[in-house]
Structure formats: C-alpha cells, structure tokens
C-alpha cells in the first residue's frame, strides 16, 4: 500500500494498542467508531456521528471530530475527549481514559477535486485518470489532445474550472516529448483558479514523460514563481504496456495533506492530532478493497452509492480500479438518474401503477429536499427502483473504464486472431466477480436485507457464485485508513463487525424462452432444499449467516453457472441474514415487454426473494 | 391542494440582511465604508485576463517546430491585431515565402521551440459586481468588494431558475392557493416581480417573458412545465445561469402546491415596491445553501430586494 509524507511520529508499538479511534469527517458528518482490543480480536465496538464543522460558523473540523468522540466515550463509558477539546491519550496499560491511536479519513468540503490530463484520452489521460480515481479524487475534467476540443475551447474550460490539483501525463519515457508539452501549454495560460483562492499556488503534479520535465518546469516555474506549486514524479505510463501508478497517487496523497487539507478550515490540528496521514475518504475504502481481495484471492466490486455520486470499487485479477459516478446518486442528483436511465427504465422495477407526472414531481422535490425519505410502501419501491437504475449506470461507466490497458500491442496467435480480443477490454467480468460489498443509503438502510439483496442481483446481473454483503455502518473508510497503520486489526474488524454477509447469487448466464428449463438446484448441509428453475424464475432458500451448506446446480445447455454451458457446478458456501438467490432470469436479464407481464414478473421476483409478503 | 413546509428555509418580516459582494479576482473597490447604494450601483471592478489563442506555428508554417522561433516578425509581449502578419518562411532561394497572419488580436505571451505553438493572450475582460441590495456599505473588503446592510424584509424558496435581477413587486393573483396562468399576466408586468399563488404554467412563464416580467415567483411548479421552459431536464439543482430571459422562483416545491400564507401575505404586503431577485440555487454535497430569496427593505418601505441564494450572506 501506499506511504505518504506526513509530520514525523513516534513509531508506534502495536503489541501494545488496545483503543482506537477513528473518524470519517464526511461533507455533512463526522462518523466516529472505536476499536477495541477484546481478549484477544479487534472488534468495532461503538460508533457515533456528529454535524461536520468545516463551514462557518465553526470553521474548524476538529469541534465535530470532538464531539463524535465525546459520545463515542459516553457510550463506551470512557473519557477520550479533554475538557480543552483535544483527544485523550492514554498513559499506560490501567489508565481509565485515552485511546492509543487517532486515525481519520476526510471528504468535507467537496474531497479532492482534480483536473487530469494526458496526450491521447484513452492511453496517458486514461491512465492519469485512474491514479487520480484511486488516490481518492473526483475528476472534474479530463484533457487530453484528442478529446475532441480545439484548443482555445480547452483552455476556456481549464479556467472554469477551480480545482485542488492537476495532474499531467504523457508521452512514454523517451517518446515524444512535444505533445505533453502542447498540453502543458495549454494549462499554464489558463492558469485554473484554485478552490481556495488567491494566496493559494495550484499544485501541478508531472508524471509524463521524463525527457519533457525540464520544458514542462520552464512552463509552470520555479516554486511558486508563476503562481504554481510544481512537482515531478516518475511517469505513470513509461512504456505502452506498462502502468505506474503508485508514484502518482501517493503525490496526490501528499499534495492533498500538504496543500489542501492544510487550506481546509482546522486541519491542521486534525493533521496533529491523527497518527497517519489522512487520507480522502474513497482511497481509504479502495485501500481496505484491495487488501481483503489480496488476501483472499478474490475478485471483488464495493459499490457506494450516496446522495451526489456513486462510486464504484472494483479488484479483478489484483488491478484495481475506481470510477466516481458523478451525477448518479439518490438525492441531489436523483432527477439526473432518471433522466439519464429514462423513466421507463426505472419504472420497468415497479410491480404497481404509478402516476408519472406524481412521480416525475416527486424525484424533483428530492432533489430540492435531500434529506427527505419515503413515506409510503409506494415511495419506498419507486426510490429503491431508481436506486437500481443508478447502480446499473454507475456499473456500467465503471466496466467501460476498467479496462485493460489501451494502446498495447498484442502477439497474437492464429486462435487470437478469431478471438477478435483486443486491448482495452473490460477486466470486469461478471462471472468471476467473488464478493459484490453495498453501502450507502438506500443499500444500507433499506428496511429489509431482502430488498438490498434483491437491488444488488438486479442491478450488477452477477452471474455464476457471487457473495453479497454490506458495510453494516459504512466503516470500510475508517478500516482502510486502520490498514495503514494496523492492517491485522483493520481485516479482523472487516470480517467480524463491517460486512453484513446476506448471502448468494447463483444466476444462470444465457438467454432461453420463459418457461424452459433454466438449471435446477440442490442445497444438502445445515440446510436441505432442491427445486427446478424454468427461464424468468427466482427463487430463495434461506441459509443463515453461521450455516453451511453444499450448493449443486445442473444448468440446460446453453446456461453457464460458472463452469461452461450445460456444466454442473458444486460448491461449499456459508449463508447469510438472506440466504441463497436462486436466479434463472438469465443474463444479460430482460424484462418482458408488455407492461401487465412484467408487472406480474416483477412481483413474482419480489414475492419469491422474499422482499415483498 | 398540498403543502409543503421546509425547515431552515427563512420568511422574516423584518430582518438585518448583509450581502457580502465580492470579485472572483483582486480589483478596484468603487464604495466606501458609510456609502449608501442602490442595488444597481456597482461596488468594484476588475479585469480579468482575457482568453487565450493558441496558435500552431510550427504545422501552419510546415515547419519544424525549433525553426519557429527564427521565423517570427513579432516577438514577446508585442501586441497585434487579427490579420497581421506575425510570421514568414525564408523560402528557397528567397522564393516561396509563406506568410502566416494572426487569427485573433491579443498579445503575445509565449512561442515554444518545443511545440511550435504561440499563445496569443486577448484583451481583458472587464468584471462588475453590483450592491445587490439597496443599502449601507458596512465594510469594505480592501481590493475584493464591499458587505452592503439593510434592514430588510426576506423571503427565502427552495428553487430559482436564472440569475439576479430587481424590479416591482405585483401580485397576480388574489389568494395564496390560486394557479398562476397566463391569463394571470398583463402587459403593466414588464420589468416587474410577478407573484402567483399555487403552481405556475410554462404557459404563465412565456407570457410574463412576453410581457418583459423581470422575474416570477409562485408556490410550485411542474417537472413537465419545467423541463417545457428550460428545454432539458434539470439533473441537479445548482442554477442561476440559465438565460431564459426572466427570473423563476419557486417557494414550496414541484406539483401542485400553496405558496405558503405568510410568505403570500409579506410579497402582497409589500406589492408596489422594488425587489431585487436572484434564481441561483447552490443545493449539493456539502452545501448548505438554499435557494432564493426575497428581501424587502422595511426601513421605510420603499424597496424589495431578492437576493443571492446563498444562505451565508444572510448574517441576522
């Protein structure tokens, strides 16, 4: 993982850590959990929330971090929080107050907003963006020379934009040096105007070709000189076939410690106060994705959907990647999804008749009333079909973006040649996805697990095994930073008190005429259930969380359940607060097209997974 | 008929509202502390750099790019105008001279014997921000604007379109739960503040468009009106610089809905006096900004001002 700079500490002694404290101080509250050291595991023992304080009146992060921490010590029966303000630490092995060590992760004040660029948007731009995605950033642009601007049209963009940082890639290490430089041209002149004002130098960061360096420092000036903040690092895409992305991303990390965190209103007494760097909320949880994926040899998708924007989290193969969705979400940006899904799409999830117009005037006033939720049973099924519309999108632009590297040539055999396999192709791929992680509102707090559960299956279509889960109170960001310091601890706490596991996916991959058998199933173990599935048939066999069961599905020809067309498949599985989503809906899954069918349909699924009565 | 009640948003009859105006760069403050303004009044200027041209010497010429710097008529911080001749080919033998011209006027900032490229830097562009509100210069934020006070009387709605604008308060209709239609508008609204009750039609925008309305205020609207106006769908409620040629403020929320009574009652009681109007609405992530308002100056009644959305220019 990655090591930023960061004030000096005292190295810390993990035999002897037993309290932990951290905090996710989000845009509107300041989350905080305690770890404790029980026997002989870390477990998640409380948590509390408390107002954000980076906007005015306060102005200082740390009053909300404070009183997070003031209740998490009132529920804990432990005083943490000095009557100054400060955090309490503790002095010995019996001391009745104090934590050991302070961590935190911020997205207040909108995260890391950044402008990215590179000389050919689907190679160094491509790359450029993803180092930014993955330290953590929302990417405000991306430039690149073929992104179909004229010049003066990009540089009038850079200057509307008012970024924290940008990151410049380009050109492969002893390539062409007078494309990035073009770029960088472009940039210099526009001279974006930081998010924090004037006195502020907008921190560049170089990771392009490192022949360019001394033209691209000419450009931007000595530090400061021109009004910029440059730093070069190694380039993140020295050859075609290759990608370096660590360099980048832990510049940004620092930069984002150094220059923004610092500008934000109190940081710098939570930078004092906190024994690791903080990190930006969503590095923290693509830290804790990869980690629990490399240890398990897994290949995982945590997908977070909020009010503004929907992130996507995904491992495949041990590359790691994250898009930010950023105008699907459920709040802010609900009338976005449905214009962007059309109202057909979302209400095709709908099992009952509903006034458009109502409902078109309805996610209107959820826009303009965010923290509004539904009322009624109906509102509750519209929101939760929107939902899976902004999960189906954000998926979507996640697989379109995780790809293999583009601009790579390929040996290719004889049998390549009819394979047709190119470079970037998408590494995602559904029916090798392991572990599907929700968290967010709507997934997080759906009344019933059923509903989540069904939302997932319904939205990602994984195919073949996949495990279900959700980050029980959103603390993937607390346990990502944790890893940092403590990874043991922070993949204890993941297993035990993060993940809610709500079970399996098995879905057949194919297409067949409703009605024909799709795959049968035979559950033998803790529990014992067997059934036939016909094509456009779910069904649900309730296996709990500490059960274990034997799984054996026999598809027809033409389905896949993980081991080719027609192949039986048979595996062990530990249940879940649902139990197993048997699916034969088939993929990619398609609804019947006249509208009393798929009413029907829909209420079926519903009424057989258990998510209506 | 439904209603909507909306926490945080304010509805005072009489309040102390201080608008903060300030200059997106460093520029001339135009006011002085104690200065009373009107809301047209400009309060500081500045210049902002203008746009940049970037000029492909090198593939215009057809030539390499380290030749372009000896191939220039014209050299750093000159200024040319669009169609002077900034650079020439030697030719062969002195034959075949290709001559490039500017294509734009500006000055020029940079030539890269990398690239090839030259950056033409256009005339500056002058910036004006305006008081706002009628009222008292209470501080002047040296190089960047002016806080302008006044006791007020203000409204505050959950959604604007378009940006800010100051005219006549007029009420349209009678009672607070009436549908603002067209048949609503007359041609005596132009450059007013046109106040419906209960939901407002695309038709009942278009005409008050029509009639030069500065701006329009109601209970609610529909998603389908909306869209009809803006023609697309509005994703996210960040809004002011739409250029529908007039104002649009909503206070409750889309659909059929009540403008609140008392709000009804504060824009009837001050009908006849100048408001000033801003649709910008700032609602996303880790704002707490809300949308329009309608401040009316009490001190004296003679002025109605709607102000900027942003909720911390309001300091009571």
């Not at chain 1, 509307?160 to 770029?183: A, C, F, K, W």
């Not at chain 1, 048997?582 to 009393?596: I, Q, V």
């Not at chain 2, 106006?229 to 809905?257: N, Q, R, S």
């Amino acid at each position: 993982m990655t090591s930023h700079g960061h004030a000096a500490k005292p190295a810390i002694d993990l035999t002897k850590l037993r309290y932990i404290l951290a905090t996710d101080c989000g845009s509107t509250t300041t989350k905080a959990i305690l770890i404790e050291k029980i026997g002989d595991s870390w477990r998640q023992t409380q948590r509390a929330e408390a107002p954000t304080t980076v906007e005015e009146p306060f102005a200082d992060v740390t009053i909300g971090v404070s009183n997070a921490l003031t209740e998490i010590g009132e529920l804990a029966g432990r005083r943490f929080i000095a009557d100054d303000g400060t955090i309490i630490r503790r002095k010995g092995a019996d001391d009745p107050e104090g934590c050991d060590i302070y961590i935190s992760t911020s997205s207040a004040g909108g995260g890391l907003q950044m402008v990215v660029a590179g000389v050919v948007a689907q190679m160094t731009a491509a790359s450029a963006k993803r180092a930014a995605l993955g330290a953590g950033a929302i990417v405000m642009d991306t430039i690149a020379s073929n992104d179909k601007r004229k010049p003066y049209e990009r540089i009038q963009r850079i200057r509307e934009l008012r970024p924290d940082m940008v990151l410049i890639s380009g050109g492969t290490d002893g390539g062409n040096i007078q494309q990035v430089v073009q770029i960088a041209e472009q940039i210099a002149p526009a001279k974006p105007r930081p998010r924090f004002g004037g006195e502020y130098e907008l921190p560049v960061i170089f990771a392009g070709n490192r022949e360019a360096a001394p033209q691209v420092r000419a450009i931007f000036g000595e530090r400061g000189e021109k009004g910029f903040d440059l730093s070069v690092v190694d380039n993140l895409r020295p050859t075609l076939e290759e990608e370096n992305l660590g360099p980048a991303r832990d510049r940004i990390h620092d930069v984002f410690l150094e220059h923004v965190m610092a500008h934000a209103p109190g940081y710098d007494r939570l930078i004092a106060w906190s024994d690791a760097p903080i990190m930006p909320t969503p590095g923290a949880v693509g830290d804790i994705l990869q980690r629990i994926a490399e240890r398990d040899g897994l290949n995982a998708v945590c997908v977070d959907i909020g009010g503004a924007t929907t992130d996507v989290f995904s491992v495949f193969g041990g590359t790691f990647n994250r898009t930010v969705s950023a105008n699907l979400g459920m709040s802010y940006s609900i009338s976005n999804v449905c214009a962007e899904a059309g109202m057909q799409n979302v209400l095709r999830w709908v099992h009952v008749a509903m006034d458009e117009r109502e409902l078109r005037n309805r996610v209107k006033n959820k826009m303009i009333r965010p923290t509004t939720i539904p009322q009624t049973a109906e509102a509750l099924v519209f929101e939760q079909a929107v939902a899976r519309e902004a999960l189906r999108l954000a998926y979507a632009q996640h697989k379109e973006f995780a790809t293999t590297l583009k601009g790579v040539q390929q040996q290719r055999t004889v049998g390549d040649l009819f394979a047709q396999s190119a470079s970037g192709q998408s590494i995602v791929d559904d029916m090798h996805l392991d572990l599907l992680v929700a968290s967010g509102g709507v997934l997080s707090h759906a009344p019933r697990m059923e509903e989540t559960a069904a939302m997932l299956v319904d939205s990602f279509e994984p195919q073949g095994f996949t495990q279900l889960a959700k980050d029980s109170i959103f603390m993937m960001p607390h346990l990502g930073v944790l890893a940092s310091v403590h990874a043991d601890a922070a993949m204890e706490v993941f297993e035990r008190d993060c993940l809610v596991r709500l079970g399996w996916s098995v879905a057949a991959k194919g297409e067949g005429r409703w009605g024909k058998r799709c795959f049968s199933y035979r559950v033998s173990g803790a529990v014992t259930a067997s059934g036939e599935l016909a094509c456009g048939d779910v069904a649900l066999v309730r296996v709990g969380p500490e059960q274990e069961v034997e799984v054996h599905v026999e598809p027809a020809g033409g389905f896949d359940l993980g081991n080719g067309p027609g192949k039986s498949v048979t595996r062990r599985v530990k249940g879940g607060t649902v139990g197993i989503l048997f699916d034969a809906r088939g993929r990619p899954l398609a609804l019947p097209e006249n509208e009393a069918d798929r009413r029907a349909a829909v209420a079926r699924w519903a009424k057989a997974w258990g998510v209506l009565k | 008929m439904a209603k909507a009640y909306t926490p945080g948003l304010k509805v005072s009859s009489r309040t102390v509202f201080r608008a903060r105006r300030q200059l997106p760069v460093t520029g001339d403050v135009l006011v002085t502390a104690g200065q009373r303004v009107e809301a047209r009044d400009t309060v500081a200027r500045t210049f902002i750099e203008g746009d940049v041209t970037p000029v492909p010497l090198a593939s215009l010429l057809s030539v390499p790019a380290s030749d372009v710097p000896g191939l220039l008529l014209v050299k750093l911080g000159d200024r040319v105008a669009a169609g002077d001749v900034i650079a020439r080919t030697k030719g062969i033998f002195g034959f075949g001279k290709k001559e490039l011209t500017s294509p734009a006027a500006g000055t020029v900032e940079s030539v890269s014997a990398t690239t090839g490229q030259m950056m033409l830097r256009g005339e500056p562009i002058p910036v004006e921000v305006k008081a706002y509100v009628a009222g008292t210069v209470i501080d002047v934020l040296p190089g960047e604007g002016a806080v302008v006070e006044t006791d007020a009387v203000f409204v505050q709605g959950i959604l604007g379109i378009g940006g800010e604008t100051v005219g006549t308060l007029r009420m349209a209709v009678t009672e607070p739960s009436m549908r603002l239609e067209a048949k609503h508008v007359t041609s005596a609204m132009k450059g007013c503040i046109v106040v419906g009750g209960a939901r407002i039609t695309a038709e009942a925008v278009r005409a008050a468009r029509d009639a030069g309305a500065a701006a329009i205020v109601s209970g609610g609207i529909d998603d389908a009106d909306l869209r009809d106006i803006l023609g697309y769908d509005l994703g996210v409620a960040i809004t002011g610089t739409e250029k529908i040629g007039i104002t649009i403020i909503i206070t409750e929320g889309f659909g059929d809905i009540a403008m609140a009574a008392r709000t009804f009652a504060i824009l009837k009681e001050y009908e006849g006096r100048e408001a000033s109007v801003n649709g910008a609405a700032v609602l996303g992530s880790g704002s707490k900004a809300r949308v329009l308002e309608v401040v009316l100056e009490a001190d004296g009644g003679r002025r109605v001002t709607v102000p900027r959305a942003n909720i911390e220019l309001i300091e009571t």
